[in-house]
């Protein structure tokens, strides 16, 4: 198990505020398509020490909520291990894709998510950069106002999840 050499193939998108979802307001979301080769009988594991290694301990594993959230306090990784998930971003004006074993998903702080389907026994790994924990907001529950001032605070992470300092983050998420 081990990441896909580079140049690593990066898909952006850039996503407006929606509806009590701030999103992100100058980051856009990043897809790494096959960022890591699936094998072995613990895949998550590949993941797990791929953003450690790179600064961003993983945090869990397990799905995607079935409902509109965000964190407006950190960034997020996504590494999908097992099955496929079509994920609805940025909120119901946003961007739906469909994340298959090996892809790599990073969401800047305030990007809305909610899981539309699923195939399969979906596993995914989720991390945040060293020193963020992330706090969970719903359109209905949160101050658009105040979750995009807080989303404004997040600072810049220290490295690239798949490919650390340097990475293609950086060339997508300027200071």
Same mark, same amino acid.
């Given at each position: 198990?081990? &990441? !896909?050499?580079?140049?690593?193939? !990066? *898909?952006?998108?850039?996503?407006?505020? =929606?509806?009590?979802?701030?999103?992100?307001?100058?980051?856009?979301?990043?897809?790494?398509?096959?960022?890591?080769?699936?094998?072995?009988?613990?895949? &998550?594991?590949?993941?797990?020490?791929? +953003?450690?290694?790179?600064?961003?301990?993983?945090?869990?594993? =397990?799905?995607? +909520?079935?409902?509109?959230?965000?964190? =407006?306090?950190?960034?997020?990784?996504?590494?999908? #291990?097992?099955?496929?998930? $079509?994920?609805? +971003?940025?909120?119901?004006?946003?961007?739906?894709?469909?994340?298959?074993?090996? =892809?790599?998903?990073?969401?800047?702080?305030? $990007?809305?998510?909610?899981?539309?389907?699923s195939r399969g026994a979906l596993g995914i790994v989720g991390? #945040?950069?060293?020193?963020?924990?992330?706090? $969970?907001? $719903?359109?209905? &529950?949160?101050?658009?106002?105040?979750?995009?001032?807080?989303?404004?605070? *997040?600072?810049?992470?220290?490295?690239?999840?798949?490919?650390?300092?340097g990475g293609p983050l950086f060339a997508h998420?300027?200071?």
């Open positions: 198990m081990k &990441a !896909v050499s580079e140049p690593q193939r !990066v *898909v952006a998108h850039l996503l407006a505020p =929606d509806a009590g979802i701030p999103n992100h307001p100058r980051w856009p979301l990043l897809v790494y398509p096959g960022a890591v080769a699936i094998a072995g009988a613990d895949p &998550a594991a590949a993941f797990e020490a791929l +953003f450690a290694r790179n600064g961003w301990p993983p945090a869990w594993r =397990d799905g995607v +909520f079935p409902y509109h959230h965000f964190h =407006d306090n950190a960034h997020e990784a996504l590494g999908v #291990y097992a099955g496929e998930v $079509t994920v609805q +971003f940025g909120g119901e004006g946003g961007v739906a894709l469909t994340a298959r074993p090996g =892809d790599v998903l990073v969401l800047p702080a305030g $990007t809305g998510h909610k899981k539309l389907a991390a #945040y950069p060293a020193g963020q924990h992330p706090r $969970t907001g $719903t359109p209905e &529950a949160s101050s658009i106002a105040r979750s995009r001032a807080a989303v404004a605070r *997040v600072p810049l992470p220290g490295s690239d999840p798949v490919h650390g300092p998420w300027r200071a």
